[in-house]
């Protein structure tokens, strides 16, 4: 009898611990091809003339497939790599390698959910079915303690609500035997340069972090142990004031991390050595996370609409180039901004204080359209994830209202105060 091969596609997802997809994969085949696809829309222009990934986070990225391929390794098999379009290419695969199902992770931004449906439609006229998966989120949909249509809307009721009735499940284990289908030619790691477009390249790159799941559970654990040096470079981090961060941002958004491993290794460190305000600052973090992409899930994109500015509020034409190029270069003469932008721009990372105070120039001192400026951040930031990145733009355009009671989340009289600038009359 032929083995039951089922294809494993990775996206943001590229992990083995915690991951139900694989796990599943494995119990219900006889043998897993786990495929990667670096889609070349991924690195396009955007109407807003920024790219949808610079060279840090595409460096990242390539570590962190690299990585993951090398798990695959030790455990005898090996990871598919392939550039192209998944909606051509995985029908191609079913059919080399005679695929019994496909498995991947649901998404919920408009751009990875329409490639879904793509590739669910192409799939389909060879009769094989796309398998969805909820693995990028702390609460599954269906342990939440409402369906997905009466999510309060406000992030503190989401938040207040949630953790009284809806459980945290424990992870699934990282698998220690896998059966892969024999693959001849599992395919190059594509360089840098192969990827990104060469305007995309940028300069003075000083990329500190690196991806893959290993270095992301290394970073998380030593973040978490009392007094390690990543610990207290994490206290300093964010120009003194700005606050704690614990960088994990960048593995946790590519999938290097699940959030479920996050919350349950904070949850051990808390037993250990008690509760402290940047453990629980991290455990915030994840319900945010969790917040808008169900946020995402239950309005789809009209969640912006509320967030479009009316041209009163937005500089003339004329005068836009010029204050947005100062923004994204950092030379807009206001000290925070400049330095924290030449910061992103270097490093590609920023803790969450300071983009909020770029943020909050760029919509209401310079009066430029937020979707630039959240386009520019999606191609510059390390830890890019659309729910995050889009949605934490909209609110701070829309002076945080979405959310409701939880002032201190997006309080933009205290980026006014930060900055040190006026309060313009639309705001005060
Ligand atoms: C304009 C703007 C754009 C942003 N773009 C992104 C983005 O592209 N990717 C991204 O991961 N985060 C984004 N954020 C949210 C937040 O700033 C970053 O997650 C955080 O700074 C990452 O640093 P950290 O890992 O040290 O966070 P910590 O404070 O240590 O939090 C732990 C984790 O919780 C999550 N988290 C924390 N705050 C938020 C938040 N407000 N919204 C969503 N998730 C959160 C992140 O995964 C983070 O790694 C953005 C915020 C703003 C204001």
């Not at 204080?353 to 937020?370: C, F, G, N, Q």
Request: glycine share 6%; hydrophobic share 40%; aromatic share 10%.
């Amino acid at each position: 009898m032929k083995p039951k091969k089922i294809l494993v596609w990775f996206r943001n997802d590229l992990r083995l611990h915690d991951n139900e997809m694989l796990v599943e994969a494995i119990a219900k085949s006889d043998q897993i091809l786990p495929v990667f696809i670096f889609d070349p829309r991924n690195f396009e222009i955007t109407p807003h003339l920024s790219y949808r990934c610079g060279a840090i986070r595409a460096q990242f990225l390539l570590e962190s497939v690299a990585a993951l391929r090398q798990s695959f390794q030790r455990l005898g098999g090996d990871l598919l790599v392939l550039k192209g379009l998944p909606e051509v290419l995985l029908p191609e695969l079913v059919e080399a390698y005679d695929i019994a199902e496909v498995y991947h992770h649901r998404e919920v931004a408009a751009e990875e959910t329409q490639v879904s449906a793509d590739v669910e439609d192409s799939l389909w006229k060879l009769r094989i079915n796309l398998r969805h998966f909820i693995g990028h989120t702390l609460y599954n949909k269906e342990d939440l303690p409402f369906p997905i249509k009466d999510i309060p809307d406000t992030f503190a009721q989401f938040k207040k609500k949630t953790e009284r009735d809806a459980i945290v499940k424990a992870c699934f284990l990282a698998p220690e035997v896998i059966s892969f289908a024999p693959v001849e030619n599992a395919g190059e790691i594509p360089a840098l340069e192969e990827i990104v477009m060469p305007e995309a390249m940028g300069s003075s790159i000083q990329q500190e972090l690196t991806g893959g799941e290993a270095k992301g559970l290394q970073h998380l654990t030593t973040l978490l142990e009392e007094g390690s040096p990543i610990y207290k470079k994490a206290i300093k981090s964010g120009a003194g004031k700005l606050g704690f961060s614990s960088m994990l941002s960048p593995w946790l958004s590519l999938g290097c991390l699940s959030p479920r491993m996050v919350y349950w290794l904070v949850k051990d460190a808390e037993d250990k050595y008690g509760t402290n305000p940047n453990f629980n600052q991290i455990l915030l973090g994840l319900m945010w996370r969790d917040y808008f992409r169900f946020m995402l899930k239950k309005h789809g994109p009209h969640f912006f609409n509320d967030f479009a500015l009316k041209p009163e509020h937005l500089v003339p034409e004329e005068h836009e180039n010029l204050l947005f190029e100062q923004w994204k270069t950092g030379t807009t003469g206001n000290e925070y901004v400049d330095q924290h932008m030449k910061l992103l721009n270097t490093t590609g990372f920023l803790p969450h204080a300071a983009r909020l105070l770029l943020s909050t120039y760029l919509i209401y001192i310079l009066k430029i359209d937020w979707v630039k400026g959240a386009a520019y951040f999606e191609e510059k930031a390390i830890d890019h994830a659309p729910a995050n990145n889009w949605c934490n733009w909209a609110l701070v355009a829309g002076g945080g209202k979405k959310t409701g009671t939880d002032k201190s989340a997006v309080d933009i009289d205290k980026q006014f105060k930060l900055l040190n600038v006026t309060l313009p009359n639309s705001v005060a």
